[in-house]
């Protein structure tokens, strides 16, 4: 597969503000469902151990109060951190662990290794066919075990959602409206998830239900995932019958794929052990971010820092522009960027 890492292609990608081919070639499977769940594991298990390492020692000092709810752009943070240590303590489940950047524990690289593994560029590449892929943020969550209800939560269920609800701020449509920015998700079992151990649940189809968004309530930290399922069904006119949710069963070092248009959330772990996942969001060379400056929007304000520890790019020329409008300025960014690798 031709990759824009020469000059000319370079120059023809700042020319256009378009870096790559589009995921028009994504897999059927892909196209069809709006993801895809790997068969067996994507990542070798010495790189999963080792991440998953980190993701204990991390979990761990945000329960220690060691990360602030401040946003930064240096460190990680425990933005809308649902946990309950006390109902932990009292031998309940304690609630959500979520933090935001992860990688960016410097004293850590499990994450920032993992991130960078080619196998997992290669299988985002195979599920989308884009050829310039950047990491853009990630979330950590580790679900503990325990009891719970499946449809009104413990504070552990993660509310039905479309990522778009939250990123459509920071990513826009192309320029003349024709294309959807290209962004999607390489969710990463760090541990087995089995049916019981609250599994993500996917959407078949519902990227294409409501032509981009749809009316869901309170969206990722709603509980009452029976009541998001009926106000989403009915805002885009279907039935109960529709909803099937498809469970991302998978092992360690499995790594499901979705369109940042599909619906998707989680019930509670019944099993013993935690949880351990990490949403890795990325982006193809057809997306257009809004912001201009680094540190200008939540939300893309690490697409400046290419660095292997913050949002490298995994596949493609990293010195290739961002895709974005206002291109020469990224040309630029990037450039810098690059130097300081
Ligand atoms: O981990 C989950 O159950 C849901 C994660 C999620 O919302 C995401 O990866 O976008």
Redesign the pocket.
Do not use: L, N, P, V
């Given at each position: 597969m031709a990759r824009p890492n020469d000059a000319a292609a370079a120059a023809a990608a700042s020319a256009t503000g378009i870096v790559g081919e589009s995921w028009t070639r994504r897999s059927a499977q892909f196209a069809r469902d709006g993801f895809a769940l790997s068969d067996g594991p994507v990542l070798p298990p010495d790189v999963v151990a080792r991440a998953r390492a980190s993701f204990e020692r991390i979990v761990a000092r945000a329960d220690a109060g060691e990360y602030s709810p401040q946003a930064s752009m240096v460190a990680p943070h425990v933005q809308d951190v649902v946990h309950d240590l006390a109902a932990e303590d009292a031998g309940g489940a304690g609630g959500l662990r979520k933090v935001e950047m992860p990688q960016l524990d410097t004293s850590e690289h499990g994450i920032a290794e993992l991130m960078n593994r080619p196998e997992l560029a290669a299988w985002c590449q195979e599920v989308t066919g884009a050829d310039w892929l950047q990491v853009w943020w990630i979330q950590l969550?580790g679900k503990p075990g325990g009891e719970g209800t499946d449809d009104a939560g413990d504070g552990t269920s993660?509310g039905f959602?479309q990522?778009k609800n939250y990123w459509n701020s920071s990513f826009d449509i192309s320029e003349n409206g024709a294309e959807e920015s290209e962004i999607f998700?390489a969710?990463i079992a760090l541990s087995d998830v089995g049916p019981d151990s609250g599994p993500?649940q996917l959407l078949r189809g519902s990227h294409l239900w409501a032509n981009g968004l749809m009316q869901i309530p309170a969206f990722?930290h709603h509980q009452d995932l029976l009541e998001q399922r009926d106000v989403a069904l009915s805002s885009v006119g279907l039935g109960p019958e529709e909803w099937e949710p498809v469970p991302a069963v998978l092992p360690a070092g499995g790594v499901s794929v979705h369109d940042w248009r599909t619906l998707?959330?989680?019930g509670p772990n019944h099993s013993d052990e935690m949880r351990m996942?990490l949403?890795i969001h990325m982006r193809t060379g057809r997306s257009w971010p809004r912001s201009n400056e680094p540190g200008e929007n939540y939300l893309d304000q690490f697409l400046h820092d290419r660095r292997p520890h913050c949002c490298p790019v995994v596949l493609g020329d990293p010195a290739a522009i961002r895709g974005d409008r206002t291109a020469p300025i990224f040309a630029d960014a990037a450039a810098e960027q690059v130097a300081k690798l």
């Open positions: 969550h993660i959602h990522d998700t969710w993500m990722f998707h959330g989680s996942s949403a």
